[in-house]
């Protein structure tokens, strides 16, 4: 019996070659060993303000990106998050269960509520409730997580304790999956910070559907220090983060191409960057492209990923509704 796994990415922004990297490159590396589970998170989504035309677009460009990245539709439950809608249920019963005091400990909150200060909502103080009910309704065995969503995780883990002890065992208790190399690729215009696809500069990140001249553009713009040396250095984050790129998307180690550029400038590996950055994600275009050209085959797709979570989803929601006392609507 292969092992359940699931994770997502939340709508905000355009995908970035961040979370290519960091993340999906990942997932469709198990996608044969593991039983995934990916999600497209719109409901996470709305803890920060969404234009509704732009959100619905983005959802479904997200949904082909996913595909157009390497995720098999056949291989793997793919879906939006709010086409079921025993994540929302789920997490009424959990936010139930889930004392404040656990909540208020989240580091995440802070500093989501530090960078949101008008919009300050109480999604955003249950969003991990919601992610524990993304991962509990699949009766998931492993969620791959960054640094970031620790926190998250154990208080999924402590949530799965609270439910048992008072309802009896129902939930498989959650372990954090590792990823052996899942590089954290760092914003173009200030490398101390992650490339994230919400930061209100463009130039600080590559999103996957960036056209060819405005990855060139955005690469040849990425802050380095004043140096010429191409080496890595962890005093000098930009240069070892144009270089932690190229090394994941070459297959090179980086000492390789230190090697390759010695005696050049930071210029000349910016150019070659942009180039691989470009070739890379030729072929990701050109199936998103056609993806999108035909929706009638992404919504068949979408309904395929749904129903197959549905049946998975439904089934923990009713053993839940049930331990809890809900008066079933059916007999
Ligand atoms: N810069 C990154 N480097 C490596 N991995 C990354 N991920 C995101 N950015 C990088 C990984 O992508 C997965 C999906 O994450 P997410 O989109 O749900 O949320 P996030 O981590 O909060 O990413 P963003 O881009 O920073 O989102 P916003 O702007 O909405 O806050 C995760 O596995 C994440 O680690």
């Known amino acids: 019996m292969k092992k359940t796994l699931l994770s997502g990415s939340t709508v905000t922004g355009d995908l970035t070659i961040g979370n290519y990297i960091g993340a999906i490159n990942n997932w469709k590396k198990l996608q044969d060993d593991y039983n995934c589970f990916y999600m497209v998170a719109d409901l996470h989504g709305l803890t920060v303000y969404q234009d509704p035309k732009a959100f619905k677009e983005r959802s479904l460009s997200f949904f082909a990106q996913y595909i157009a990245l390497g995720l098999d539709p056949d291989k ?35 500093d989501k509520s530090a960078k949101n200060e008008k919009n300050i909502n109480a999604g955003l103080y249950t969003y991990p409730v919601l992610m524990a009910s993304d991962i509990l309704l699949y009766q998931v065995d492993l969620v791959p997580v960054g640094e970031d969503q620790k926190q998250h995780l154990e208080l999924c883990r402590d949530i799965v304790s609270f439910f048992q002890n008072r309802y009896g ?17 760092m914003s173009l215009q200030d490398p101390t910070k992650k490339m994230s696809k919400s930061d209100d500069n463009p130039n600080s990140f590559i999103s996957i559907i960036d056209p060819p001249k405005t990855i060139i553009k955005k690469v040849k713009s990425a802050v380095t220090d ?6 890595y250095d962890e005093e000098k984050a930009g240069i070892s983060n144009l270089l932690t790129m190229y090394s994941v998307l070459s297959g090179k180690t980086i000492s390789e191409i230190e090697n390759d550029y010695v005696g050049k400038m930071y210029g000349h590996l910016k150019i070659d960057l942009a180039d691989l950055v470009v070739e890379t994600l030729k072929p990701v275009q050109e199936k998103y492209a056609d993806l999108m050209k035909n929706k009638d085959h992404l919504h068949q797709l979408m309904k395929q990923g749904s129903e197959k979570a549905r049946v998975v989803a439904s089934k923990t929601l009713d053993t839940v509704y049930d331990k809890v006392g809900l008066y079933p609507e059916h007999f």
């Open 76 to 110: 793997n439950t793919i879906f939006l998050q709010s086409h079921i809608h025993e994540h929302a249920e789920l997490t009424w019963i959990l936010s139930c269960l889930t004392p404040m005091g656990y909540l208020n400990r989240m580091t995440q909150f802070k």
């Open 169 to 185: 065992e129902t939930f498989k208790l959650p372990e954090p999956y590792i990823a052996k190399m899942g590089a954290r690729i």
């Open 226 to 231: 004043s140096g010429t040396e191409v080496k």
